[in-house]
């Protein structure tokens, strides 16, 4: 008796082909999502409420830091390009809400792009400003911000002859790093509340130096800079700035930070001029063409943070208040954009008022 089980070979060969065509819809499909995983963008559209946009693949990355980028619509071929990193306890999103970069990019007609640290890299979100390995040339998280600026000029052809760095704190602090590492690359930095480079090789040296600068002549503060790099002549311009009432990065690193550039431009430290801004000291140290090389903002009251000037109520809002971003009277974004010819453009104005 035949088993009611046993196929015959028609009903092998039927069953056969339906196997077969099931496995070739499974390798189409895995085909196409493997497709749509190559193809996808290595970018994120930003979070609702946040003018950032994330770029998740901008070279080896050995710092392993996150890469932000906001950039108008519209934006014309070179165009300049800020570097902004932000403090401890912060992120790119907060530190552009409260010193509103982004803001005046969209009204002045430039791109900006945010470093941002992890808490695989710091638990607190510093950079670490502080380790050799982090701010030697072309290595760790220096490296990393210098290959987002290569991808912000392949990507969008910004100038780069145009490009500018500004930090607080211990992004202040990497600020320093990447102008001596890299000054073949940043035109203008604008160093806030930060330390000197070469201040700390430690964490226990950064917390000594974050209390009081190191004691070190101006000459080696300067060779500091010079041995960071090949580079050996112009070196970018300098604007530092620090409230008198800083607590936790002590003003004697302003100090210092004044020393090792001054000595890096060959300048003198009495040869400045002072004046007032908003309320506040501002010194002014030119080279020998007359163009501003060194200056020094001193913060009258100010503790640790980003001083801002809030804008009245308005579509667009820049220098918001927050933790670490502190209403001062006056807005070291806005200044350091004037400085570095950051202004707006007649025609993107006439623009920008007929779309509003």
């Known amino acids: 008796m035949r088993s009611r089980f046993k196929l015959s070979f028609s009903d092998m060969l039927r069953q056969h082909r339906r196997w077969e065509r099931t496995l070739l819809k499974a390798v189409k499909v895995t085909r196409k999502a493997v497709a749509s995983a190559v193809s996808a963008p290595a970018t994120a559209k930003p979070k609702a409420g946040s003018k950032l946009e994330e770029v998740a693949s901008f070279g080896s990355n050995p710092g392993r830091l996150r890469m932000l980028r906001y950039v108008p619509a519209d934006l014309p071929k070179k165009s300049p390009l800020v570097v902004v990193l932000h403090g401890c306890h912060q992120t790119a999103e907060a530190y552009d809400r409260g010193s509103g970069w982004s803001t005046l990019?969209?009204?002045?007609?430039?791109?900006?792009?945010?470093?941002?640290?992890?808490?695989?890299?710091?638990?607190?979100?510093?950079?670490?400003?502080?380790?050799?390995?982090?701010?030697?040339?072309?290595?760790?998280?220096?490296?990393?911000?210098?290959?987002?600026?290569?991808?912000?000029?392949?990507?969008?052809?910004?100038?780069?002859?145009?490009?500018?760095?500004?930090?607080?704190?211990?992004?202040?602090?990497?600020?320093?790093?990447?102008?001596?590492?890299?000054?073949?690359?940043?035109?203008?930095?604008?160093?806030?509340?930060?330390?000197?480079?070469?201040?700390?090789?430690?964490?226990?040296?950064?917390?000594?130096?974050?209390?009081?600068?190191?004691?070190?002549?101006?000459?080696?503060?300067?060779?500091?800079?010079?041995?960071?790099?090949?580079?050996?002549?112009?070196?970018?311009?300098?604007?530092i700035w620090h409230g008198t009432k800083d607590h936790?990065?002590?003003?004697?690193?302003?100090?210092?930070?004044?020393?090792?550039?001054?000595?890096?431009?060959?300048?003198?430290?009495?040869?400045?001029?002072?004046?007032?801004?908003?309320?506040?000291i501002r010194r002014v140290w030119k080279d020998a063409s007359g163009k501003v090389a060194v200056e020094l903002y001193l913060v009258e009251g100010m503790g640790h943070g980003t001083p801002l000037k809030p804008r009245p109520a308005s579509r667009t809002k820049a220098d918001t208040p927050g933790p670490f971003m502190l209403d001062a009277g006056i807005s070291s974004s806005m200044h350091l954009a004037t400085a570095w010819g950051l202004k707006k453009p007649v025609l993107l104005s006439a623009l920008r008022q007929a779309a509003e």
Not at 155 to 170: C, E, N, P, Q, Y
Request: glycine share 8%; with cysteine.
């Open 105 to 239: 990019a969209r009204e002045r007609g430039f791109a900006v792009v945010y470093a941002e640290q992890k808490r695989s890299n710091n638990a607190n979100l510093c950079f670490n400003w502080f380790r050799p390995s982090n701010v030697a040339r072309d290595r760790g998280e220096v490296m990393s911000i210098r290959q987002m600026v290569a991808k912000m000029a392949t990507a969008h052809g910004i100038d780069r002859k145009r490009v500018f760095v500004t930090g607080l704190s211990a992004g202040g602090a990497m600020t320093s790093a990447m102008l001596a590492t890299y000054p073949d690359v940043f035109r203008a930095g604008g160093i806030i509340a930060g330390l000197p480079y070469g201040a700390a090789r430690d964490v226990h040296r950064a917390l000594a130096a974050m209390k009081t600068a190191p004691e070190r002549t101006a000459q080696e503060w300067g060779n500091l800079v010079r041995a960071a790099s090949p580079v050996k002549r112009d070196f970018p311009a300098v604007s």
């Open 248 to 280: 936790t990065v002590s003003i004697s690193n302003a100090d210092a930070l004044v020393r090792q550039w001054l000595d890096v431009h060959g300048l003198e430290s009495e040869a400045f001029t002072q004046s007032e801004v908003d309320g506040h």
